[in-house]
């Protein structure tokens, strides 16, 4: 018995002295430490809050966080007042026609509720998107979003996500795409798509680490009391 005991400490001791194994840290290089970028999000009628707020909230806050930091702005069809899906009453800073309108280096097209549909066939607002987001250093959508990107071709040669339960109908609409499931977003070249909702924040933070480095974007996270961990995410980056 006092052998067994003595061999059952012995483990313990062992156990105790091997090195802990942690989950590897996924590390990007910035790639623009020090630099501003514009950030123009599309805000139109039926925009959704999550998806308009949370990318706002977080490019919002690197200029606390970095030098450079990202100048956030609202951008629709015309200066008339917007009305969110969920209710809120709207000014977009600028129109596609403003003459003071900044260039535009990162493009975000939240979803909307028509963007399945009516959007779709709105050529001045694809136009817009198309001509603005062939410039742009980067151009994000999230949730449905990624439709109208798809529609302005945007996402032709590159692969994408969008809301899981519309995953189906975004392969109908555009089958030559080659479209993720299952993750919070996808990376590819300067093209990044979201899932939606709460997870508008995950491809928000992801960016923020992309441009300015994992320091910056725990610094943004902790003002959110978000914690930031890269590897926690499930995303696809495509090189």
Not at 164 to 185: A, G, M, Q, W
Request: aromatic share 10%.
């Amino acid at each position: 018995m006092k052998i067994i005991k003595t061999l059952f400490i012995l483990a313990i001791l062992i156990s105790a002295c091997q090195p802990k194994s942690e989950k590897a840290s996924i590390q990007i290089d910035p790639v623009a430490e020090g630099q501003s970028f514009n950030a123009a999000f599309l805000m139109i009628d039926g925009v959704y809050n999550s998806e308009l707020m949370a990318p706002y909230d977080i490019f919002q806050h690197t200029i606390f966080h970095t030098e450079g930091g990202i100048n956030v702005f609202t951008v629709n069809q015309t200066m008339d007042t917007v009305t969110t899906f969920e209710g809120l009453k709207l000014i977009p800073h600028y129109s596609f026609d403003s003459p003071d309108l900044p260039e535009i280096d990162i493009l975000v097209v939240p979803s909307a509720e028509h963007n399945m549909d009516s959007d779709l066939e709105n050529e001045t607002l694809i136009n817009w998107v198309s001509e603005i987001g062939a410039k742009a250093d980067y151009v994000m959508s999230l949730c449905d979003g990624a439709f109208v990107l798809a529609k302005a071709g945007l996402v032709d040669g590159k692969e994408s996500t969008t809301f899981p339960t519309d995953i189906e109908k975004y392969r109908k609409s555009f089958p030559h795409l080659t479209v993720h499931e299952n993750v919070s977003f996808v990376h590819h070249d300067n093209l990044l798509t979201s899932a939606g909702g709460a997870k508008s924040y995950d491809v928000s933070l992801y960016l923020v680490h992309h441009l300015y480095g994992d320091q910056v974007a725990k610094g943004v996270g902790r003002g959110l009391v978000i914690d930031w961990e890269l590897s926690d995410y499930k995303f696809v980056r495509v090189e």
